[in-house]
């Protein structure tokens, strides 16, 4: 039973590597039946440790979802409210722009994006609250930004610029663009 249950974790771990390299190289949309193929399991091997694209998705998002919610909280008590945030929303920005799928998998559900992840964007949505409601109370953000707005942009940066020779610098670029708009401070 030991030597199953360490079987099943190599596999797993070997499905979720495959994971991240199919997605990071086809998006989301990242074939299910290629990355147990190239794992070297069964497609029902996949789907016992992962039910479902959704499922599979989180996990191969989930360790740097975990990293920003962690730098989130890092960053909640800084002295600057305002660059707290923007150093957040640059960190989200290198990752969703860096991570081919990851900007599918922030687009809401029922959007148009698909299903993909709607945890993803819960948790970094609850990482960010504190630190925009900070910078809203300093008057470093206008008061009607949300989160979900924030995330929005950053994931319409990614999409926009996923096809581009330097997606993350030309992300980044644009959301300079954009804090300039969102932010009385410029």
């Keep these: 039973m030991t030597a199953q249950r360490a079987d099943a974790r190599r596999n797993r771990a070997r499905i979720l590597a495959v994971a991240e390299a199919e997605v990071a190289a086809h998006g989301a949309d990242a074939s299910l039946e290629q990355i147990a193929r190239i794992a070297g399991v069964g497609s029902a091997t996949v789907r016992r440790h992962f039910p479902d694209r959704r499922s599979l998705l989180e996990a191969v998002f989930s360790q740097r979802v ?4 962690s730098r989130a909280a890092d960053l909640a008590d800084a002295d600057d409210p305002r660059t707290a945030l923007l150093d957040w929303l640059g960190a989200l ?3 969703a722009a860096s991570a081919r799928g990851m900007a599918d998998a922030l687009v809401p559900a029922g959007t ?4 993909h992840v709607d945890a993803c964007s819960a948790r970094l949505g609850s ?5 925009l409601h900070r910078a809203a109370r300093a008057g470093a953000v206008a008061p009607e930004v949300t989160t979900a707005d924030l995330v929005a942009l950053v994931t319409g940066l990614a999409l926009a610029t996923e096809h581009h020779p330097t ?3 030309e992300a980044h670029r644009l959301l300079a663009l954009a804090v300039r708009g969102i932010s009385p401070r410029g």
Excluded: I, Q
Excluded at 112 to 115: D, F, I, S, W
């Design 93 to 95: 920005t290198t990752y």
């Design 112 to 115: 148009g994006g698909g299903n």
């Design 66 to 69: 975990d990293a920003l919610c």
């Design 127 to 131: 990482a960010v609250d504190p630190l």
């Design 167 to 169: 997606p993350a610098a």
